[in-house]
């Protein structure tokens, strides 16, 4: 009686996993799974419009500029118009070498002109950080801490390496500090206790306090990053540089950190995709970024209630902006080599 329950429980398993295992049941669920996703599009772009979101269309100066002066609004958008040119050149421009070559100085140099187009002076009117604001300001805050973080976060993973005993300990503590605490707190502790150690008559606007407060923090992972990637380098590599001559200096600058930028660069995208994200926390603090527009939007009587098409547009435009980083990033890593410089 035994065998034959065993063989009935046999068969039924066989015919069970046959079924489930043929090609057109699978085709069955393909089907299925199709068919509810076409429906889930359907149903939401029929949403998409047949909403009003006139909350975004009215709003577009104030998202894109905030409150910065109207006649002045060339100037972040010629910003605008700058960053979007070196990105396709980034992603889509032709491999000439000497473009390849200049492309790190080109990014760098948009900063620089970000802030020289947007606070003014030598020739333009200047105008104020309070003024700053929408993805302008998201931006700025962006691009700034990314240029003092980079060098920074090199500088701590050489001296997390550093065979002098107290650099070692103080970079190891102060990488271990900041990815113990939240970010939240170092912004907090960027607003309101920064001025409190400054001498009296000097001031930090409070644009470049959140910069200084996401450049400390982010500096610490990048730091970590690289020196992921400077452990994955072979240490035959340096034996045979100082066989050559080179001397310490020369072997981190043209052999280590190269190697290790290209070793690190998808965790670096990583930490600088979540630095454009994170920037939606200084809405916390009362500086006017995308996250921070929004809000004061919904605050319109005319405008009350209409969260799902404010946030929405909000997703899109961070999935926009972060997609467009990691594409940059994957061309960046493909012209990245041991050999050549990008």
Same mark, same amino acid.
């Given at each position: 009686?035994?065998?034959? /329950? !065993?063989?009935?429980? @046999?068969?039924?398993?066989?015919?069970?996993?046959?079924?489930?295992?043929?090609?057109?049941?699978?085709?069955?669920?393909?089907?299925?799974?199709?068919?509810?996703? &076409?429906?889930? @599009?359907?149903?939401? #772009?029929?949403?998409?419009?047949?909403?009003?979101?006139?909350?975004?269309?009215? /709003? +577009?100066?104030?998202?894109?500029?905030?409150?910065?002066?109207?006649?002045?609004?060339?100037?972040?958008?010629?910003?605008?118009?700058?960053?979007?040119?070196?990105?396709? &050149?980034?992603?889509?421009?032709?491999?000439?070498?000497?473009?390849?070559?200049? +492309?790190?100085?080109?990014?760098?140099?948009?900063?620089?002109?970000?802030?020289?187009?947007? /606070?003014?002076?030598?020739?333009?009117? @200047?105008?104020?950080?309070?003024?700053?604001?929408? #993805?302008?300001?998201?931006? #700025?805050?962006?691009?700034?801490?990314?240029?003092?973080?980079?060098?920074?976060?090199? +500088?701590?993973?050489?001296?997390?390496?550093?065979?002098?005993?107290?650099?070692?300990?103080?970079? !190891?503590?102060?990488?271990?500090?900041?990815?113990?605490?939240?970010?939240?707190?170092?912004?907090?502790?960027?607003?309101?206790?920064?001025?409190?150690?400054?001498?009296?008559?000097?001031?930090?606007?409070?644009?470049?306090?959140?910069?200084?407060?996401?450049?400390?923090?982010?500096?610490?992972?990048?730091?970590?990053?690289?020196?992921?990637? +400077?452990?994955?380098?072979?240490?035959?590599?340096?034996?045979?540089?100082?066989?050559?001559?080179?001397?310490?200096?020369?072997? /981190?600058?043209?052999?280590?950190?190269?190697?290790?930028?290209?070793?690190?660069?998808?965790?670096?995208?990583?930490?600088?995709?979540?630095?454009?994200?994170?920037?939606?926390?200084?809405? &916390?603090?009362?500086?006017?970024? #995308?996250?921070?527009?929004?809000?004061?939007?919904?605050?319109?009587?005319?405008?009350?209630?209409?969260?799902?098409?404010?946030?929405?547009?909000?997703?899109?435009?961070?999935?926009?902006?972060? @997609?467009?980083?990691?594409?940059?990033?994957?061309?960046?890593?493909?012209?990245?080599?041991?050999?050549?410089?990008?």
């Amino acid at each position: 009686m035994n065998n034959l /329950n !065993s063989n009935l429980n @046999t068969n039924l398993f066989k015919k069970l996993k046959r079924f489930l295992l043929s090609k057109s049941k699978y085709n069955f669920l393909n089907f299925i799974c199709f068919v509810i996703s &076409i429906s889930l @599009t359907f149903n939401f #772009l029929t949403w998409i419009f047949k909403s009003n979101w006139k909350v975004v269309t009215s /709003n +577009l100066n104030l998202y894109a500029f905030g409150s910065f002066p109207i006649n002045e609004q060339w100037r972040p958008l010629f910003w605008f118009f700058i960053l979007l040119s070196i990105t396709l &050149i980034t992603i889509y421009g032709p491999k000439w070498n000497w473009l390849r070559k200049n +492309l790190l100085f080109g990014w760098i140099g948009t900063v620089p002109l970000g802030i020289y187009l947007l /606070n003014g002076g030598f020739g333009l009117d @200047t105008v104020m950080t309070r003024n700053w604001g929408g #993805l302008t300001l998201t931006i #700025l805050i962006t691009s700034c801490s990314i240029l003092f973080s980079l060098p920074i976060g090199i +500088l701590l993973a050489l001296c997390r390496r550093s065979s002098i005993f107290l650099i070692q300990k103080l970079s !190891s503590f102060y990488i271990d500090v900041m990815r113990a605490v939240p970010l939240i707190a170092v912004l907090f502790f960027g607003q309101l206790l920064i001025p409190l150690f400054l001498p009296v008559g000097i001031e930090i606007d409070r644009v470049w306090r959140a910069i200084i407060a996401f450049t400390l923090f982010v500096s610490a992972y990048i730091a970590e990053d690289i020196r992921g990637g +400077l452990q994955s380098i072979p240490k035959n590599q340096i034996e045979a540089a100082k066989s050559l001559g080179l001397n310490k200096f020369q072997i /981190n600058i043209f052999i280590l950190i190269p190697q290790a930028l290209r070793v690190a660069l998808p965790a670096i995208t990583n930490q600088l995709i979540g630095l454009f994200q994170n920037t939606s926390l200084m809405s &916390i603090l009362g500086l006017m970024e #995308l996250l921070g527009v929004s809000r004061s939007i919904l605050a319109n009587p005319e405008f009350i209630g209409q969260y799902i098409e404010v946030y929405i547009w909000l997703a899109s435009v961070y999935w926009l902006f972060c @997609t467009t980083m990691a594409l940059v990033s994957k061309k960046l890593e493909q012209k990245m080599t041991i050999n050549k410089g990008f």
